[in-house]
């Protein structure tokens, strides 16, 4: 069982940064997989970032988002930069033991997900 807890989300203007965290308990962080996924309002949920034996980002993200995690402190990272009004949306952070990294349904736990809104 692993417990996630997203935070770092808000309002920030165009081109505005934020740094969300996600934080775990449970099981050893380590032995999974972590993604970041976005859900806008009548949208499916869009994989954003991954972080396992790589790291991966979507298409989206033109090179403005960053992903990192400390294993000693159980929590992974989305650093995102030059943030742009089609970057509102809920943002989630997920954990797989194993499987497909842009998949939603292959992750094994969630969070509560945190509100990005971006607008002047």
């Known amino acids: 069982q692993v417990q996630l807890v997203e935070s770092g989300g808000g309002l920030v203007q165009p081109g505005g940064s934020l740094t969300l965290s996600c934080s775990a308990s449970?099981?050893?962080?380590?032995?999974?997989?972590m993604g970041w996924f976005r859900q806008a309002p009548g949208q499916e949920r869009e994989f954003v970032s991954w972080?396992?034996?790589?790291?991966y980002y979507g298409n989206f993200v033109k090179g403005r988002f960053t992903i990192s995690r400390d294993n000693a402190k159980n929590t992974v990272y989305l650093r995102m930069n030059n943030l742009k009004p089609e970057d509102t949306a809920v943002y989630y952070c997920?954990?797989?033991?194993?499987?497909?990294?842009?998949?939603?349904?292959?992750?094994?736990?969630w969070g509560q997900g945190t509100q990005v809104t971006v607008s002047s």
């Open positions: 997920a954990a797989q033991r194993g499987g497909s990294y842009w998949y939603a349904p292959a992750y094994d736990y």
């Open positions: 449970g099981r050893t962080f380590s032995n999974y997989a």
């Open positions: 972080s396992g034996t790589d790291t």
